[in-house]
Each structure stands twice: as structure tokens, then as C-alpha cells.
């Protein structure tokens, strides 16, 4: 199911807490929402989610408005908030069976979702248990067990990893992963790593404002502009090579990383790649190259400088 989102505001008082931002998530597509901590990115879920209203704008989903339809959306989407609504003092199976009956599903399919939501969130050995005695890896599994117990076409997940050791954040991405390849999912997260190892797509939102929307390679590619290559080139004096890599029409830059194993980074000229360039460079010189690797940049840089304006 498509999500759009068209020129969505929202204040407290006279702070934009979303600033006019509009965005599309496709069926099937893992959307990441990155951030830093009030950027506006738990205020976008919950006007997605028809928790509040928007001061102007509107959200379609499905084809169906957040302002004039939301109760069929909400029918349509799973939520889980950064703080998981779990009742501690009953078991997981009445949880369920609890949260199928607030959703309607019908009386006959409760057993069948709730023994689904068992198996896909890993819950097999925990299911009798109490959910104050679970631990936060397993009480985040309830939570997504809730969200989906309904069948949503829709899942939307607020830092779904907060406060987990990293053997459970590696189980929880793994777990969403799977749950993506059925369903829309739109989480937000202000680790880096989180959405590069969920996401299909990121949106980074600073200040209420979409500052950029791509995969992370295509962030890479626009933040990093000009091409950068670690080489090795041996059997050669280094400055004489250093010298003769300048003189490379499509190189902008060298410098010496460590002349002791003769290796340098070249920065080509924008839009140019040197990579052939410098095997040309090296066979003519009878020079052979011990290392070609380009350099990518990395995503907390982007994040660093998108978010500190």
C-alpha cells in the first residue's frame, strides 16, 4: 500500500515541529526516518498513524485522507511508539488475544493470528510468560506481535531497537527485515547503522525540514562529489611518482598517505573518474599498482553535516 505525504505541517505553539515536508513510500518498501532526537520524526509517524492532526497538509494512504477517512487507515496500519504500550501483569498469549479483540479481528481467526505472531516474532518459549518478566529484547518482540496482529499493510515503527544489547538489535533488524518483504514499514531511528542495515530508503529530516531522501549509496554519492582513490604504486621513487600523478589530466589532487609503502590519495576532478588513468600511468612507467581502493563517505559525515545547521 502507497503512502504520500503532501506538504504536511505541524506546530506546537509557534514551533514547527514539521515544517512542510512531502514524501512518497512505495508498497513493499522499507522507509527509514533519520534524525536527531526532535527533529520531527515521531510527530510524522503519528500524523501518518492518524494520532494527530496536521495544521495544513494531508497524508494518503492507500488513497485514503488522514483529515476526511481515518478510520479506514488506521484499520490499515500496525504501530509501535518508541514507549511500548505492553501491559506487564498478563501473559502474552491474553496480550494478544486482548489487542486482536480491540483491532476486530474476527472471533475465529484470533487463535490462528495469535500462534502467526508467536512464531514470526520469535516468541515460542516466552509465550506463557509474564510480560514484566520478559526481557526488553522480547518485550520489543511482543510489541511488534501487537502491531501486527491485525494483518496491517502498513507497519510503522518508532525507534524499534531503543535501550536493546546489540545481540537483540541484530535479532530485532533482522526480524523487520523479514516483515518488509510483505509489508510497507516506515521506522525511525537516530543510528546510522540502524537504517543502513534495514532500510530500502532514507529520508533525513533536521529542524522539521527533509533535508535529503535516498538510498545510502546515493547519499554517498552526492555528499562525496569528487571521486577519492587510496593507491599503492611501488617500484618507483615516491616523489617522482608523486610528481608524475599530479601531471594526470584528470586528477585534481595528490597527497601522501605513507610514503614508507608509497601510498597516495588522489581526489579526481569533479564528474571524472582517474582509475584508468592510472593503470595507463603505471604500465608505461613499469610501475605495478599494490592497492586501488576508492574511498567512500561515510554516512555519519553526511548525517553530521545535513544535522548541524
Same mark, same amino acid.
Given at each position: 500500500?502507497?503512502i504520500?505525504?503532501k /506538504?504536511?505541517?505541524?506546530?506546537?505553539?509557534?514551533?514547527?515541529?514539521? !515544517?512542510?515536508?512531502?514524501?512518497?513510500?512505495?508498497?513493499?518498501?522499507?522507509?527509514?526516518?533519520?534524525?536527531?532526537?526532535?527533529?520531527? =520524526?515521531?510527530? @510524522?509517524m503519528?500524523? +501518518?498513524?492518524?494520532?494527530?492532526?496536521?495544521?495544513s497538509?494531508?497524508?494518503l494512504?492507500?488513497g %485514503?485522507?488522514i483529515?476526511?477517512?481515518?478510520?479506514?487507515?488506521?484499520?490499515?496500519?500496525? %504501530?509501535?511508539?518508541?514507549?511500548?504500550?505492553?501491559? /506487564?501483569?498478563?501473559?502474552?498469549?491474553?496480550?494478544?488475544?486482548?489487542?486482536?479483540? *480491540?483491532?476486530?479481528?474476527p472471533?475465529?481467526?484470533? +487463535?490462528?493470528? *495469535?500462534? !502467526?505472531?508467536?512464531?514470526?516474532?520469535?516468541?515460542?518459549?516466552?509465550?506463557?510468560?509474564?510480560?514484566?518478566?520478559?526481557?526488553?529484547? %522480547?518485550?520489543?518482540?511482543?510489541?511488534?506481535?501487537?502491531?501486527l496482529?491485525?494483518?496491517?499493510?502498513? #507497519?510503522?515503527?518508532?525507534?524499534?531497537?531503543?535501550?536493546?544489547?546489540?545481540?537483540?538489535?541484530?535479532e *530485532?533488524?533482522? #526480524?523487520?527485515?523479514?516483515?518488509?518483504?510483505?509489508k510497507?514499514?516506515?521506522?525511525?531511528s537516530?543510528?546510522? &547503522?540502524?537504517?543502513? &542495515?534495514?532500510?530500502?530508503?532514507?529520508?533525513?529530516?533536521?529542524?522539521?525540514?527533509?533535508?535529503? !531522501?535516498?538510498? &545510502?549509496?546515493?547519499?554517498?554519492?552526492?555528499?562525496?562529489?569528487?571521486e577519492i582513490?587510496?593507491?599503492?604504486?611501488?617500484?618507483g621513487?615516491?616523489?617522482?611518482?608523486?610528481?608524475?600523478?599530479?601531471?594526470?589530466?584528470?586528477?585534481?589532487?595528490?597527497?601522501?598517505?605513507?610514503? =614508507?609503502?608509497?601510498?597516495?590519495?588522489?581526489?579526481? #576532478?569533479?564528474?571524472?573518474?582517474?582509475?584508468k588513468?592510472?593503470?595507463?600511468?603505471?604500465?608505461?612507467?613499469?610501475? %605495478? *599498482?599494490?592497492?586501488? @581502493?576508492?574511498?567512500? @563517505?561515510? #554516512?555519519?559525515?553526511?548525517?553530521?553535516?545535513?544535522?548541524?545547521?
Amino acid at each position: 500500500m502507497d503512502i504520500s505525504v503532501k /506538504n504536511l505541517t505541524k506546530k506546537y505553539g509557534e514551533q514547527k515541529a514539521v !515544517d512542510n515536508i512531502s514524501f512518497k513510500v512505495k508498497g513493499g518498501e522499507i522507509l527509514g526516518l533519520l534524525g536527531p532526537n526532535g527533529a520531527g =520524526k515521531t510527530t @510524522t509517524m503519528k500524523m +501518518i498513524s492518524c494520532y494527530l492532526k496536521p495544521e495544513s497538509g494531508d497524508v494518503l494512504v492507500g488513497g %485514503y485522507s488522514i483529515l476526511e477517512q481515518p478510520g479506514q487507515i488506521k484499520s490499515t496500519i500496525g %504501530y509501535l511508539p518508541e514507549n511500548n504500550p505492553l501491559y /506487564n501483569d498478563m501473559n502474552i498469549v491474553d496480550f494478544l488475544k486482548f489487542i486482536a479483540k *480491540i483491532h476486530k479481528v474476527p472471533k475465529h481467526l484470533i +487463535i490462528e493470528r *495469535i500462534l !502467526d505472531m508467536i512464531r514470526i516474532c520469535g516468541l515460542e518459549g516466552e509465550k506463557h510468560k509474564l510480560i514484566g518478566e520478559l526481557s526488553k529484547g %522480547y518485550q520489543q518482540r511482543v510489541g511488534l506481535a501487537q502491531a501486527l496482529i491485525h494483518d496491517p499493510e502498513i #507497519l510503522i515503527l518508532d525507534e524499534p531497537t531503543t535501550g536493546l544489547d546489540p545481540n537483540q538489535i541484530v535479532e *530485532i533488524r533482522e #526480524l523487520i527485515k523479514r516483515i518488509g518483504k510483505e509489508k510497507t514499514v516506515i521506522l525511525s531511528s537516530h543510528i546510522l &547503522a540502524e537504517v543502513e &542495515a534495514t532500510c530500502d530508503r532514507i529520508i533525513i529530516i533536521n529542524n522539521g525540514r527533509i533535508v535529503v !531522501d535516498g538510498t &545510502a549509496e546515493e547519499l554517498r554519492k552526492q555528499a562525496s562529489g569528487n571521486e577519492i582513490l587510496r593507491v599503492g604504486i611501488q617500484e618507483g621513487d615516491p616523489n617522482e611518482i608523486f610528481d608524475k600523478l599530479k601531471e594526470i589530466e584528470t586528477i585534481e589532487s595528490v597527497d601522501f598517505i605513507n610514503s =614508507k609503502d608509497n601510498l597516495y590519495e588522489i581526489q579526481s #576532478l569533479k564528474d571524472l573518474s582517474s582509475i584508468k588513468n592510472i593503470f595507463d600511468f603505471c604500465v608505461k612507467n613499469q610501475y %605495478y *599498482i599494490s592497492e586501488l @581502493t576508492p574511498t567512500e @563517505t561515510k #554516512l555519519e559525515d553526511i548525517f553530521r553535516e545535513l544535522t548541524l545547521h
